[in-house]
């Protein structure tokens, strides 16, 4: 049974970050094509054993990682414990298949959370729910398996119920052998490999026993497609605590079958790989990456924003660029991000509007023509603010706007140019 009440709780501070790091992080960054390398190209298992051995992963550090998503204004971050090709970034009991056991012989995720707990992030855990290594895990009946469809990679024999005793079992360590975890980000249901398959009811119930606080995502039955049963009238109790849109921003955020605003976080990459991909020099420019935190707030959303260290443990110079002039933006409106949420106004033409409580946060990404239109209504106890400098904004109209004296304008003075290029915000105040 899905308790509401419990979940609002656990979730306020998350609503309030609304600004996480991803980290995908493994063998893949040596062959350095992405995560989903073995898969794609139905790598043998000996062949992706190579990597193993020469993980030396000798520039990592977890807390260069961690201040720079600090001073990206991040709250939190979410670190892949292990990725679908079942090479475990911790100290697993359970396995050999671990970064202890390569020449970089240290527990990742143990260093990861010490880092980021001292610059003061929340902490996750993503744990893949497929294990391409694990010999119980299905192979040539699967649609995701590098081995799937060959015939000498038959199913018979796999005993599909070790394969949930291992993967409960690194839950477990998970749970109880590195602190307070805030989020558990299980990924992924496909086809019949969801929901009870995974005795997903046992694993919330095993997360909540050991670390009640923490959050989980929709992915125990749902993935980047299908938002889960969070948003039915009877949700399950592995329903998880937020929906997890992948490489999308929901047109209107989203909402459950009685219309209610339902949590949610895009997961998004800053090229187009969540592993690293030495190839993809695609990055989105952080002017865009700003706006789109903003247009996810505006509709009630968490962003969490990916970086894929490389093979040596550097995250890419391109994802540090970004994310420090995504931190430049942060430093000076950070305000209108964090708590907010959607506004009850309408989305204006020249931008977007958050909200927090009766303080609306406008923000500008193209200048108007004269005045900036606000809202309908009147402005009689509005009080408007550049938020970058707290320096007053003229909240009044004249003969141009006239003719609207249904709506409230702003003027924004003489120059055509805004003072911030990527989002001028203005707050406005009911006082
Ligand atoms: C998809 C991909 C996986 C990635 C995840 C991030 O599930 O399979 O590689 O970690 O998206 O959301």
């Not at 391409?132 to 024999?157: E, I, M, N």
Request: hydrophobic fraction near 35%; include cysteine.
């Amino acid at each position: 049974m899905f308790d509401r009440q419990a979940h609002q709780q656990r979730i306020a501070w998350y609503r309030e970050a609304r600004f996480g790091m991803f980290i995908h992080w493994g063998l893949y960054a040596i062959p350095a094509r992405g995560e989903w390398v073995r898969s794609e190209e139905r790598m043998p298992e000996e062949e992706y054993d190579r990597f193993f051995h020469e993980f030396t992963a000798q520039d990592f550090d977890p807390r260069a990682w961690a201040r720079l998503a600090r001073q990206a204004g991040m709250k939190y971050a979410v670190l892949t414990a292990k990725h679908h090709d079942g090479f475990c970034l911790f100290d697993s009991q359970y396995t050999d298949f671990k970064s202890t056991n390569t020449p970089f012989g240290r527990d990742a995720v143990r260093e990861f959370l010490d880092a980021f707990r001292a610059e003061g992030l929340r902490v996750g855990l993503y744990y893949s729910l497929l294990d391409w290594k694990h010999p119980d895990y299905p192979h040539q009946t699967d649609t995701h398996h590098p081995l799937r469809g060959q015939t000498d990679a038959s199913d018979d024999g796999r005993d599909f119920g070790r394969y949930l005793d291992y993967m409960h079992g690194q839950i477990r360590e998970l749970c109880e052998n590195y602190g307070k975890i805030d989020i558990f980000w299980f990924d992924f249901s496909y086809d019949r490999m969801s929901g009870d398959t995974w005795h997903a009811a046992e694993i919330e119930r095993m997360v909540h026993a050991l670390q009640p606080q923490a959050i989980l995502d929709n992915r125990l039955e749902a993935s980047g497609s299908g938002f889960g049963s969070l948003v039915t009238e009877n949700p399950t109790s592995y329903c998880g605590d937020f929906v997890s849109p992948e490489q999308i921003i929901p047109p209107e955020g989203i909402q459950d079958c009685a219309g209610r605003d339902v949590m949610w976080e895009a997961c998004v990459t800053m090229n187009n790989h969540w592993g690293y991909c030495a190839a993809d020099r695609y990055f989105k420019p952080a002017s865009m990456l700003v706006r789109k935190l903003v247009e996810c707030v505006s509709k009630n959303g968490n962003l969490l924003l990916n970086v894929g260290p490389d093979a040596r443990g550097r995250i890419p110079e391109e994802s540090e660029r970004i994310l420090q002039r995504i931190g430049a933006w942060m430093d000076k409106n950070g305000e209108s991000i964090y708590g907010c949420g959607r506004a009850d106004v309408p989305k204006p033409d020249y931008g977007r509007v958050t909200q927090r409580g009766s303080t609306r946060y406008y923000h500008i990404f193209d200048a108007p023509i004269g005045f900036v239109p606000l809202m309908k209504g009147s402005a009689r106890h509005l009080r408007a603010r550049w938020l970058q400098s707290g320096a007053e904004v003229n909240v009044k109209s004249n003969w141009m706007t006239e003719n609207y004296p249904e709506y409230v304008f702003a003027s924004l003075g003489e120059n055509p140019v805004l003072p911030d290029d990527i989002d001028t915000v203005i707050r406005v105040e009911t006082v």
